[in-house]
């Protein structure tokens, strides 16, 4: 877990992580320009979780390129189930990228449910 965008985007770079929570106010900068790095190179999910709930923040996030947006409070059951979402959606946007057909091993590889999932959370230190 990181606690600052600099610590996220240095342990983003070091892990590759399969998927991104992210908390918009960190203390070091805003969460929204942690978005607009890793964007420039990588299409990992970014799941955003937040307190802001002004629908402008909302639409910013979304299109710098955040694939969801949570607004707090939350259910651990939401989350999770976003969190899935991001990950099916992203699994099968790569598999359809890189399969010549359906029905292949190669298919049934990716679609798989069965992957263990490398998880990046950002989020300001509770006091």
Known sequence: MAHTCTMGLTLFASHNPDL?????????????EFIRTVRQKYMTP??????RTDE???IEA???GANDYITKPFSTGELLARVRAALRLNRYSACAA???????SAHR???S?????????TSR???
């Open 113 to 121: 449910t069965m992957t263990a999932v490398r998880c990046l959370w």
């Open 62 to 64: 979304l299109d710098l």
């Open 20 to 32: 991104v929570i992210l908390d918009l106010g960190l203390p070091d900068r805003d969460g929204l």
């Open 46 to 51: 970014i799941v955003v979780l937040s307190a």
């Open 98 to 104: 890189a399969m010549p057909r359906q029905g292949s």
């Open 125 to 127: 230190r509770s006091s």
């Open 56 to 58: 402008m923040d909302k």
């Open 109 to 111: 590889e990716c679609a």
